[in-house]
């Protein structure tokens, strides 16, 4: 299988990187970190400029209908320079609203939020997680109401990523029982939003609906399999900005044991500490490699090949996170775990990552519970 990028997939790109290369050093991005804000809308502008926040959007909403793999080559250098925007929390609402089906039907207030989206007037969230639910994405107690015409939510939703940051929420809700997916305006009377910053320096909140206006999202057919199918594009998503972030670990780490001197030379002239960093790379190529499958795979019809090929990812992807880490702040040394150079903030990142919609032993559960896998098929 060929995994080279299109001539226009390496402008997008070369472009992104020379904007982030110049404008989101570490220095800069650490000001971004320490605001009150804890996100930028300078570079957020930048990046509708460049086409990032059209690229996932449907061409009928004014977007480019960027593929898995656009996504995957836009996260990649967004990990790489350790972006704190919210531009993943927004691409998988975009895909949320895409997945159910409502704006394709003629829906105009989906349509709506798709154009402004495109446009990066909005931002999206994905309300994934409930306390006490640890990975299970079907353990949902918060619960939709029918009052009339209108519909209200109650329930507790946590660490939802920028989710303080967005100005429209998706919400998965019980709704008669079963679990269905709605839209909540940031504004909306009855929420409560908690605010935070996580240890890898991104944004989260806490979410409380105490009889919050939502509107349905996609009708009956949007219910748990379009929530898992969401949950698993934006764990591609992770995967391709761990993908970034490897390299970008990789690559400090090498020029720091140029600098570092032991016994009188450089410690990268010592060959077991060589040995440790092909390693290291090699990591990082098996875990972009089966990213990249896991890209092309997304778009399967069927459901199966899709889930195996994105639990596979985040497995490679999170033990090559840990290994990588792990040796690049031992290779650092002491430095390796302060707030003064990136490897540690890399290192942070690729944690929590990890952790994210799914950890090593979760993703290798559902791997293994998939029936291809008993079949040996998968």
Not at 61 to 69: A, H, L, R, T, W
Not at 77 to 91: K, M, Q, S
Not at 316 to 322: D, F, L
Request: aromatic share 8%; with cysteine; proline share 2%.
């Amino acid at each position: 299988m060929d995994f080279t990028f299109t001539d226009e997939q390496q402008q997008f790109a070369d472009a992104l990187r020379r904007y982030l290369d110049k404008n989101y050093g570490f220095e800069a991005r650490q000001a971004i970190v320490r605001s009150d804000a804890g996100v930028s809308d300078t570079h957020w502008n930048a990046f509708t400029e460049l086409g990032l926040t059209a690229l996932p959007v449907p061409e009928e909403q004014g977007g480019f209908n960027g593929s898995p793999v656009d996504l995957l080559v836009v996260m990649q250098e967004l990990g790489r320079a350790l972006v704190i925007e919210p531009y993943w929390a927004t691409a998988v609402g975009i895909e949320a609203l895409r997945l159910a089906g409502s704006a394709r039907a003629g829906n105009s207030e989906d349509t709506a939020l798709l154009e402004r989206a495109a446009q990066g007037e909005i931002k999206l969230a994905v309300a994934f997680h409930e306390p006490h639910a640890r990975y299970d994405l079907f353990s949902v107690e918060t619960t939709a109401t029918q009052q009339g015409e209108h519909v209200t939510l109650k329930g507790d939703k946590s660490v939802v990523l920028h989710g303080a940051q967005a100005d429209y929420w998706i919400v998965p809700a019980r709704f008669d029982g079963e679990i269905a997916l709605f839209v909540v305006a940031r504004d909306a009377a009855g929420v409560q939003v908690t605010d935070y910053r996580t240890i890898d320096g991104q944004r989260a909140a806490n979410l409380k609906f105490d009889s919050t206006s939502a509107r349905r999202l996609g009708g009956s057919e949007a219910g748990a399999a379009t929530l898992e199918h969401i949950a698993d594009y934006g764990t591609l998503l992770l995967c391709a900005e761990a993908i970034g972030a490897l390299d970008a670990l990789n690559h400090a780490t090498a020029e720091y044991t140029k600098t570092r001197q032991q016994f009188g030379q450089p410690i990268a002239r010592f060959q077991a500490l060589q040995h440790r960093m092909v390693e290291m790379l090699i990591h990082a190529e098996q875990a972009r490699s089966v990213t990249y499958l896991a890209a092309v795979r997304y778009s399967s019809s069927d459901a199966e090949v899709r889930r195996s090929a994105v639990s596979a990812a985040k497995v490679r992807v999170g033990q090559a996170a840990r290994f990588v880490g792990q040796q690049a702040v031992q290779l650092h040394g002491g430095m390796g775990v302060t707030n003064e150079v990136a490897a540690a903030h890399l290192f942070k990142r690729l944690a929590i990552i990890e952790t994210t919609l799914g950890d090593v032993d979760h993703h290798l559960a559902r791997f293994a519970a998939l029936p291809g896998f008993a079949r040996a098929e998968v």
